[in-house]
């Protein structure tokens, strides 16, 4: 599966985004998914993951209350809704997808495809 994230920008701190993954390949449904960002001269970190038929989330303590990550499997798109967006929110953001999923949560054991990335830019 391809993997291509969008919907990332400049924004003022306080304001919202919407980042959207579309795939391409092979249908979303097969895949549970995560998000991550990775901020300049730092590791990337783990943002949120969902399970395949979007019923479980969990999200990274740092945006947990202001993220939220939701799938639309018929349209082949997942979405990471990012509210109350401060400067460390500020970094590129990439969506994964995986094969092997915990068989209790659905979450990703490791992620396998990973998209190119949008870079998302808070202004203080």
């Known amino acids: 599966v391809q993997l291509q994230a969008s919907g990332g920008g400049l924004v003022q701190a306080g304001g919202s985004l919407r980042l959207s993954c579309a795939a391409s390949g092979r249908t979303l449904s097969r895949y549970a998914m995560g998000w991550f960002r990775q901020a300049p001269g730092k590791e990337r970190e783990f943002v949120a993951a969902i399970n395949l038929s979007g019923s479980n989330t969990y999200y990274a303590d740092s945006v947990k209350g202001r993220f939220t990550t939701s799938r639309d499997n018929a349209k082949n798109t997942a979405y990471l809704q990012m509210n109350s967006l401060n400067s460390e929110d500020t970094g590129v953001y990439y969506c994964?997808?995986?094969?092997?999923?915990?068989?209790?949560?659905?979450?990703?054991?490791?992620?396998?495809?990973w998209g190119q990335g949008t870079q998302v830019t808070v202004s203080s």
């Open positions: 994964a997808a995986c094969i092997a999923v915990y068989s209790g949560s659905g979450y990703c054991v490791k992620y396998d495809f």
